[in-house]
């Protein structure tokens, strides 16, 4: 069985950072990509940044540029996302998604397995 289970959420005060954890248990990690999204109240889902544990290579959305760092263990069938500089734009519901490819994958549509989500919440 399939399971993404998301940690490291929570208040921080804006300029803040936090380190999520998106650790998957149920497959063979190495060929799948990874993507981490975000939820805001009122907002559609979006695309926060991607990993191909294949190959590593990455995507980020334009407004996490230079902020955000997401990173794969994969002897850990862990995949990390660092979020520094936060601001309340940022926050809202992460989750953790997996999808079989061996390549980037940024369309939410496109995956196949969801965590549970974990709450980033940083006050204005």
């Known amino acids: 069985e399939v399971q993404l289970v998301e940690s490291g959420g929570g208040l921080v005060q804006a300029g803040g950072s936090l380190r999520l954890s998106c650790a998957a248990s149920?497959?063979?990690?190495?060929?799948?990509?990874i993507g981490w999204f975000r939820q805001a109240p009122g907002k559609e889902r979006e695309a926060v940044s991607c990993?191909?544990?294949?190959?590593?290579?990455?995507y980020y959305a334009d407004s996490v540029k230079g902020r955000f760092t997401i990173s794969s263990d994969n002897a850990e069938n862990t995949v990390y996302l660092k979020m520094n500089s936060l601001s309340p734009e940022d926050r809202g519901v992460y989750y953790c998604?997996?999808?079989?490819?061996?390549?980037?994958?940024?369309?939410?549509?496109?995956?196949?397995?969801w965590g549970q989500g974990t709450q980033v919440t940083v006050p204005s």
């Open positions: 998604a997996a999808v079989i490819a061996l390549v980037v994958v940024t369309d939410y549509d496109d995956y196949d397995y």
């Open positions: 149920g497959f063979i990690f190495d060929d799948y990509a």
């Open positions: 990993i191909s544990t294949n190959d590593g290579s990455t």
